[in-house]
């Protein structure tokens, strides 16, 4: 157990102080290290709760993405059918499906070939495995186009990754410090911003899907009348953004232009009025349909509208060919440029609801790294002075392996930047505490054996070899409760059971290796006659 | 230099005669600590139960709670509780869960935040809506069985069963009374908590382990030792050990605790509990006792010993195959 052959002892060395040194960037000011090679930047990321910011954690809405399909796959059956010139009947969405009967003489056989054109399968792996984004049954002269549910599955995990961009865009207009913003599960998006202590705004601009439409107002019929009669098929009733009161508008259901041809949305202020605008340019495809839109109805009104809200409904005065307009109504100065980041940054494929929301503001998270550091600075004080009175010479050794573990423990957490939290330093902390238990163990059996006899040397070698298993034996169940608690746990708790687990293993290897290299040193060099312990 | 020995070499204490009186002691400590959270219940916090939490700090000069808790209550939020936390101008605010989903949680962090206005600073805020309140819930059960499951397939693996069993029993009774004395002091019990009670587990486990250890290698060396004897030996052996740990363990959670701030103050309190006074108790009069029960030791070669009488000297006549009763 004290035999080290030159190898071995330069190996263990090594690894220690290879593992110690990626610890350093920690302690560098941050502009020093920047200039360093990417592969020696590797540091600590400090957890929300020590940098103060902002968690969000927000969750795509399945219910829409299924209804927007749902309603995509029925304007298809009706364009491939009146395409076809097949007589259809009932086209309605029910529950997951499109249903839609043929008319008497029809040919429903003919029907049911051109609809089948709308299935295809579904990408990557569900292709290999045969999956349809429609399944097609027919029943008589009913006919059912029922969306798959991996189809749904795979539309949601699209919007994720849309979704993702998009936000990604947006909060870079809050100009503020690298965020983090990363799928979590199947159907939600993680968004950390260190350093945002009001995190009002980003929620606001999170939350707002910005679907941005252009429609005609229906002239022909009032709003109120089509509120208290029938509305017209082709129409629907909105009410405008703001107030109360909400005025109603009657808008045709079509849209015209969409938001998706926008290529530059610009706060500004009307020439005239001087009130908050937002001015907007669309690519050429926009450009295109809308000169033909208001070049066709000049002198009628038509609506702009932002998330099924109407904006404003201004009267085209002449045909825009440019390409570019501008929105106004209502707008205050933070409205207008908030309305621009949201245009420019694209409209969300689904709207996305905050599940779960912590933000720690800095003056905590400077008195949380304070408290930690203190806590640290005494639990290693009062631990090492209790060492060196029950140990005596053997507690130096001691000491100077926990000390390396900490410094290892630090080392390993940069290597993987894996996040330190409040709780991780009481993790560190805790495993300074068991680290010690480790010498412990090996230090009492060797007195056990001198007691029982043995020459000083034997009993170091007997206490060394006896301890060690069980050592190992009993920090692997803490080692299992911290993995567990990595799995179910988040943010703060997931960095405890981080650096409670490192702490293990960086325990079990200097208990392994570095105590004993100390001793068999200590041991090589003195040649003592009594174990000092 | 005349060193620090807490524990004199060669203790010879007969710790499992307090097998009587111990293991009533924890039984009826159990049941009360279950009666505890089945009628005084757990001070679930938001991770659980869903809802609201901030800290807000007051800008000028120590908190008004009264005038604070009527403004708030006006807001129709519900419950609404307000502690001081720490320091005077600290104030701790908790709305339960809003009913209306997600949404209606935000809608009520921004009427708080409008009522309040800009007296306060916002140290933290948290909200946690109904969905992720309830996955949390699951997961920290969940995660606390499959880690009872876990470590016991490790420990049948390493040791008998009776080892794993004895371990098991010894150390699911440590997190009951845990959650009784969380129950009684109304600690926060949040997803630290689950932490807490993890580490509690693992470090608890960790000290039965090495006494358990001790206890295989006497086994193996003296076979005709009485069961009783047996594992008073291994304790006495192991005792300065496990004293001279759990003072270190003990120093480095009391500097968490005097120091480590309000943040994790319940964590480090519970830690304190469950490690130091209930992990200690537990593994000697216990874990090591309850091996007896389960007839650990019965069955080394023919000579296994009755009970001996309770002033355990080490003689005491054998009696070929006859299971150890108490």
């Not at chain 1, 001691?398 to 894996?418: C, E, K």
């Amino acid at each position: 157990m004290l035999y080290f052959t030159r190898w071995k002892a330069a190996a263990i060395v090594l690894t220690a102080l290879i593992v110690c040194l990626c610890a350093v960037p920690n302690f560098i000011p941050a502009k020093t290290v920047d200039s360093w090679p990417k592969w020696a930047q590797r540091h600590v990321v400090l957890g929300l709760d020590l940098q103060g910011g902002s968690h969000i954690l927000l969750e795509v809405d399945t219910k829409t993405v299924r209804k927007d399909m749902l309603e995509s796959v029925r304007d298809d059956v009706r364009r491939v059918l009146r395409d076809a010139r097949i007589g259809y009947t009932g086209l309605v969405v029910r529950g997951n499906s499109v249903e839609v009967r043929v008319r008497e003489g029809a040919n429903s056989s003919q029907a049911l070939d051109k609809l089948r054109t709308l299935q295809q399968p579904l990408g990557g792996l569900l292709a290999a495995a045969g999956q349809n984004n429609l399944d097609i049954t027919s029943d008589a002269d009913l006919i059912r186009l029922t969306v798959t549910e991996p189809a749904i599955t795979e539309r949601v995990r699209q919007s994720v990754d849309q979704s993702i961009q998009i936000i990604e865009r947006r909060v870079n207009e809050l100009g503020t410090v690298e965020p983090l913003i990363q799928r979590e599960g199947t159907d939600r998006i993680l968004v950390q911003v260190p350093g945002l202590q009001d995190p009002t705004r980003l929620k606001q601009l999170l939350g707002k899907t910005a679907k941005l439409d252009f429609r005609m107002v229906d002239t022909q019929m009032a709003p109120e009348q089509a509120l208290q009669g029938r509305t017209p098929p082709d129409d629907e009733v909105l009410y405008s953004t703001g107030g109360p009161p909400k005025t109603p508008y009657l808008v045709e259901k079509r849209v015209l232009v969409s938001g998706a041809d926008l290529t530059d949305a610009q706060p500004g202020f009307d020439q005239r009025t001087n009130e908050p605008i937002v001015s907007f340019r669309f690519n050429t495809n926009g450009a295109r349909k809308f000169a033909q839109v208001t070049q066709e109805n000049v002198g009628k009104p038509f609506a702009i509208v932002l998330d099924n809200e109407v904006i404003s409904a201004p009267v085209i005065r002449e045909p825009i060919l440019g390409g570019s307009g501008q929105i106004s109504g209502s707008f205050t100065v933070q409205s207008a440029n908030d309305l621009a980041i949201l245009l420019r940054a694209g409209a969300l494929p689904a709207p996305l609801t905050i599940i779960e929301e912590r933000t720690v503001g800095p003056g905590l998270g400077a008195d949380s790294i304070a408290q930690g550091k203190l806590s640290s600075y005494v639990g290693a004080a009062m631990v090492i002075i209790f060492m060196l009175v029950t140990y005596g010479l053997f507690g130096i050794f001691a000491n100077i392996a926990v000390a390396i573990n900490v410094a290892m423990i630090f080392g390993l957490l940069s290597l993987l930047n894996a996040t330190l939290t409040l709780p991780g330093i009481a993790g560190i902390v805790l495993t300074v505490g068991i680290a010690v238990d480790s010498n412990v163990l090996i230090y009492e059996r060797i007195r056990e054996e001198v007691r029982g006899g043995r020459t000083p040397i034997n009993a170091i070698d007997a206490g060394f070899s006896r301890a060690l298993a069980t050592i190992l034996d009993s920090n692997i169940t803490t080692f299992i409760a911290a993995a567990v608690l990595f799995y179910i746990g988040t943010g703060p708790v997931r960095g405890f059971a981080v650096t409670l687990g490192i702490g293990i293993i960086t325990t079990v290897f200097t208990a392994f290796t570095l105590t004993r290299l100390i001793v068999a040193y200590w041991v090589w060099w003195r040649r003592p006659q009594r174990v000092p312990i | 230099m005349r060193l620090l020995r807490i524990v004199p070499d060669d203790t010879k204490f007969d710790f499992m005669r307090f097998r009587r009186i111990s293991f009533p002691i924890s039984a009826l400590a159990s049941i009360l600590a279950i009666t505890l959270y089945f009628f005084h219940g757990l001070n679930f916090g938001i991770d659980f139960k869903g809802g609201l939490l901030m800290e807000v700090q007051t800008k000028a000069g120590p908190a008004d709670l009264s005038k604070m808790r009527a403004t708030l209550n006006g807001l129709g939020l519900g419950e609404v509780q307000l502690q001081q936390f720490g320091a005077p101008d600290d104030v701790l605010i908790r709305i339960g869960e809003q009913p209306g989903g997600d949404a209606a949680q935000q809608v009520a962090v921004g009427k708080v935040r409008t009522a309040l206005g800009n007296d306060v600073d916002y140290r933290r805020v948290e909200v946690v809506g109904p969905r992720v309140s309830g996955e949390l819930l699951s997961y920290g059960v969940i995660g606390l069985m499959l880690a009872i499951f876990c470590i016991l397939i490790y420990l049948w693996f390493r040791f008998e069963w009776q080892f794993a069993l004895g371990a098991m029993i010894a150390n699911v009774h440590d997190l009951v009374l845990t959650i009784g004395f969380m129950s009684v002091t109304r600690v926060d019990f949040d997803l630290t908590s689950i932490a807490a009670l993890l580490t509690i587990l693992g470090y608890s486990l960790n000290d039965t382990v090495v006494i358990y250890d001790r206890i295989r290698e006497m086994l193996r060396r003296y076979r005709k030792m009485p069961m009783p004897d047996l594992l008073n030996a291994s304790v006495n052996q192991t005792l300065s050990r496990s004293v001279i740990t759990h003072v270190t363990v003990s120093l480095a959670l009391l500097s968490l605790l005097l120091f480590g701030g309000q943040a994790i103050h319940s964590f480090t309190a519970t830690m304190m509990f469950g490690v130091v006074l209930v992990g200690t108790y537990t593994s000697v009069f216990i874990a090591s006792p309850i091996l007896i029960y389960l007839g650990v030791g019965t069955g080394r070669d023919s000579l296994t010993a009755p009970e001996a009488p309770a002033k355990s000297s080490g003689k005491s006549p054998a009696k070929p195959d006859q299971k150890v009763k108490t």
